[in-house]
Structure formats: C-alpha cells, structure tokens
Nanobody, 123 residues
Framework: QVQLVESGGGLVQAGDSLRVSCAAS????????MGWFRQAPGKEREFVAA????????YYTHSVKGRFTISRDNAKSTVYLQMNSLKPEDTAVYYC????????????????WGQGTQVTVSS
C-alpha cells in the first residue's frame, strides 16, 4: 500500500512560480510511475503531467508545456511539479498519483492518490 502526501500549495500572483511536492511511503517508489492531476472548482479532474519510474520519460498536457516541469528524486521518494509563469486558470487542487504498471494521462490508470494541495493564482 502506497501513501502519497502532497505539500507546497498556496496563494500566489499571476506570473509567479511555485513548486509542489508529493512524498511517497509504503512502497518501492523507484518502481512507480507518478502523475500530477488537478481539479478546478466546478470542473472535472484533469491530467497535468506524468513521469516514468526512471525520470527519463515525461509527459505534459498542452496547456502547461513550457511552464511546468515534473521531476522525481527516487532517493527521497518524492515527485515534484515546478510551476512557472502561473496563470489564474491554473488555480485548482493538485493531486499526485502513482501506479506500478501505468504511466500516462488517464486517471483511471493510477491506483494510488494523495489528498491534494490547493494552488490559487490571483490575477
């Protein structure tokens, strides 16, 4: 059983940067693919970024390409999402997810989920 705990969310202004983290425990972190998803008020949860077990494969939704960077530190069992040039439309609860067999954009493919961290971007 894998436990995921997100941290680092907060209130920032448009154009600012923020890094959210997701610490994993209870499993072999280096064998899991990791993903970040987000859910804005009144909207469905959507894919943001994903990274394979080694860190050499990364995937992004179009709206964050060039602004967000996903990375992982297997020694610390932590995955990061560096968010630059934030926009008000990036406001959402950000969730990390993990799976031992799946790396991709579909949330149904991920078995483990964190509780989320709120990111609010003011204009």
């Amino acid at each position: 059983q894998v436990q995921l705990v997100e941290s680092g969310g907060g209130l920032v202004q448009a154009g600012d940067s923020l890094r959210v983290s997701c610490a994993a425990s209870g499993g072999t972190f280096s064998s899991y693919a990791m993903g970040w998803f987000r859910q804005a008020p009144g909207k469905e949860r959507e894919f943001v970024a994903a990274i394979n077990w080694s860190g050499r494969g990364t995937y992004y939704t179009h709206s964050v390409k060039g602004r967000f960077t996903i990375s992982r530190d297997n020694a610390k069992s932590t995955v990061y999402l560096q968010m630059n040039s934030l926009k008000p439309e990036d406001t959402a609860v950000y969730y990390c997810a993990a799976d031992s067999d799946y790396v991709g954009t579909t949330q149904e493919g991920y078995e483990y989920w964190g509780q989320g961290t709120q990111v609010t971007v003011s204009s």
